[in-house]
């Protein structure tokens, strides 16, 4: 059936059909559907509806209206002091934006008119703060050309570019604030999106031209994640159109390195397995069938453990994670079905001529150039010699093996457990970058937790100021605004809290429980009050992601478990393998922080990383798993187990070494990327990519297979020769 299956795609003519079919796909979506890159949302929430910093928000817009909107915080800083001139700068600004409001402008203090812009600035006299607030759900273009004619505007005022300017030279000025921040996060992962492409193309090309120094195979990969991305693009633009999923940037990012990395593995292992048939078969045609034969069922089982492993995120609250699952196993998808189709397709139209100058011919074929061009007949050269003698050392020695590189992953292992987390956007953005910039001069110049106070919604209290005098005496705390009375319902009143430490730290997020524990005291239950807030918002994130972890990661593994058991039919090789990436990724988590840390300085990843890097390195090395012990089992049933593992790992080393080093380096290419979340979840996914292909795959593995000898097949009664 199978052979049938290829000969649907390598005949004469269907394989002409076949390319045709894929262009007018691509063609077709391409012209009538949206792209993917044009109904990108990156302001959408990452927080459930139902998590109380979000719940609190909606009580603010809905009882205190005149406090909502976004603000954009003009940053003015001065390091000798700001001077007069300098504020009459700012007084300009806030009459022309009183009168001539910008669109969806909805706010800005009216300094103009008398109010004593003393309030606004910090002790020192160094710095002021100006907020400007916009409507919510602005489109990030508009606010983005609302920036840009403030500052015009203020550069023509005072006769420069302070917006360029040296923090520490004269008068300079930074927008931050959550509009500062969406706007700079926009463009960021707008020209990430270019690099990573551009990167990603050039790095696997590169790659594909050392390992087969192909310049025509080379390409071929590329072809078919090319096209694989032009079916995948519309789809999900018509998907996000119809307001079925959400894509954001860094989603798409992530995407492109996916179907790149994951792509050109599933093609390798079909061009590799033709490359070795076409050695000893001197019909191409033939020779692919039989190579598509050998090598379509783990590419299938492989792409479906990924895509089924990566719909498991549908289960993840945290919306960021949530929104991974269709487009990464969508992609996928695609993917494994044109490494099935198109690229059969295109290997049987190009035929031997594919691994030009290197071209691949029986012995036979080779006697017969030889004559014809009147030279000695070269001697074949044994093929996969390096890989042979590892394949015999594994097998010799497998104790030693599995002693070995059991002791550096578990060393490696350890120092995950020292790993730090943080969870806000902007540590991610570049020190240089001008919203981060404008944060750090607010975090010295005025108290931090001025950054981004808590605010407290009280219901049915008569004495607000005596619980937020009570409030105010805890030791983090360094003041509590006086209350607030709600102008839409008289029982609502709110006060902020202004912290004594940095409110984007793990200290201020702990505070969040203990504060509400204190609310629930003073006031008999959690009905009537509500925490809103960046602090309380970065505690629902803690909490959301660890919820995340826990349900995700036991879903995936139980799903690994279950695929492998499918496939394989043993219960002993499932536990071991499924063991070997769990060990695999807690070193490479453990790698990825001494690297990040000690190596480059960085003090926290993102909370979210463990939970993607799990989940790609799970399905992604299982991937590997797959391919080499669908060979070794193959094997063992003509052959003694001993030299079935020795001829699998000579076999697949070579493959599987070239696919995870091309792997890697996609991953790898995320770190060119000025986003902090993106070069560490590159670091620490390529590494275990790396650890997967160099140390798991062609040595703890087979070894554990050679030692668990003829109980690696239990239950099922394997036909293994003695």
């Known amino acids: ?26 063609l077709i979506l391409t012209l009538t559907l949206p792209s993917v890159g044009d109904k990108v949302q990156n302001n959408a929430a990452n927080l459930p509806s139902d998590a109380q910093s979000v719940l609190a928000d909606q009580v603010i817009q809905e009882y205190f209206p005149n406090s909502t909107g976004v603000p954009a915080l003009l940053v003015w800083h001065r390091d000798a002091g700001l001077t007069d001139e300098d504020f009459s700068i700012v007084r300009q600004l806030a009459e022309e934006l009183t009168n001539s409001p910008l669109p969806a402008q909805e706010a800005i203090i009216p300094l103009h008119m008398g109010i004593p812009i003393e309030v606004l600035t910090s002790e020192d006299g160094s710095t002021l703060i100006l907020p400007i607030t916009f409507t919510d759900e602005t489109e990030t273009e508009v606010l983005k050309e609302n920036l840009n004619h403030i500052r015009e505007f203020i550069n023509e005022q005072a006769g420069a570019d302070i917006f360029e300017a040296d923090l520490a030279d004269g008068l300079s000025a930074r927008f931050t604030g959550p509009v500062g921040i969406s706007v700079d996060a926009t463009d960021l992962f707008l020209d990430a999106d270019i690099i990573l492409l551009i990167a990603t193309v050039l790095l696997v090309l590169v ?68 490359r070795d048939d076409l050695r000893h078969e001197k019909n191409p045609r033939t020779a692919l069938i039989h190579a598509f034969k050998n090598a379509s069922g783990a590419i299938a089982m492989s792409g479906f453990t990924v895509v089924m492993a990566l719909l498991v995120l549908l289960f993840a609250q945290y919306g960021s994670s949530h929104r991974f699952a269709i487009p990464f196993s969508l992609s ?88 730090k987390y943080k969870y806000d956007l902007l540590s991610s953005f570049p020190d240089d970058m001008e919203s981060r910039e404008g944060f750090t001069i607010i975090g010295q110049t005025y108290t931090p937790g001025e950054l981004a106070p808590i605010t407290v919604i009280v219901k049915d209290n008569t004495d607000v100021n005596a619980l937020a005098n009570k409030v105010a005496a805890h030791e983090l705390v360094n003041n509590v605004t006086e209350a607030v009375v709600s102008e839409v319902d008289s029982t609502y009143s709110s006060f902020e809290v202004v912290l004594d430490i940095d409110p984007y730290s793990t200290d201020a997020m702990a505070y969040i429980p203990n504060l509400e524990e204190q609310l629930t005291t003073e ?3 959690t009905d009537n009050f509500w925490i809103a807030g960046q602090t309380a918002g970065q505690y629902d994130n803690q909490q959301i992601n660890d919820r995340d972890n826990s349900v995700i990661m036991p879903i995936v593994i139980l799903l690994i478990i279950i695929l492998l058991l499918a496939y394989l039919r043993s219960i002993i090789a499932t536990i071991y393998l499924v063991i070997t990436v769990l060990v695999s990724f807690l070193a490479a988590l453990g790698l990825g922080w001494i690297i990040l840390h000690y190596g480059l300085g960085i003090d926290a990843i993102q909370a979210a990383i463990p939970l993607y890097a799990f989940v790609f390195l799970i399905a992604l090395g299982e991937d590997y798993n797959i391919f080499m012990i669908s060979g070794i089992w193959k094997k063992a049933k003509t052959m003694p187990l001993k030299q079935a593992v020795k001829e699998g790992v000579a076999e697949t080393g070579e493959v599987i070494s070239s696919a995870g080093l091309i792997l890697a380096g996609t991953f790898f290419v995320l770190t060119q990327v000025p986003i902090t979340i993106l070069l ?43």
């Open 1 to 26: 059936m199978i052979q049938r299956i290829a000969a649907c795609f390598t005949g004469k003519i269907s394989k002409w059909v076949t390319l045709v079919v894929w262009i007018l796909i691509a």
């Open 207 to 274: 790659l594909l031209l050392l390992i087969y120094r192909s310049p025509i195979l080379a390409f071929i990969p590329l072809v078919g994640v090319g096209f694989a991305y032009l079916v995948t693009s519309p789809i999900l633009g018509w998907l996000a159109g119809k307001g079925w999923i959400t894509v954001d940037s860094q989603a798409i990012s992530i995407m492109t390195v996916l179907l790149f990395g994951a792509g050109t593995d599933y093609c390798l292992f079909l061009i590799t397995r033709y």
């Open 332 to 419: 996928i998808l695609i993917m494994g079905i044109a490494s099935l189709t198109l690229v059969p397709a295109i290997l049987a139209i190009l035929g031997r001529a594919s691994f030009f100058p290197f071209i691949p011919r029986t012995e036979e074929m080779e006697e017969e150039r030889a004559i014809k061009r009147n030279k000695p007949v070269k001697k074949q050269k044994t093929q996969h010699r390096l890989w042979g003698k590892i394949g015999t050392f594994v097998t010799e020695k497998p104790w030693l093996v599995i002693s070995i590189t059991m002791i550096v992953l578990i060393v490696l292992a350890a120092f995950s457990t020292q790993t």
């Open 523 to 525: 006031l008999g239950n």
């Open 680 to 722: 560490q979840f590159g670091v620490i996914t390529a590494i275990g990519v790396l650890l997967d292909t160099f140390i798991v795959r062609p040595f703890l593995v087979p070894a554990l297979t050679v030692v668990c000898g003829k109980w690696a097949f239990w239950p099922s009664k394997h036909n293994t020769k003695k």
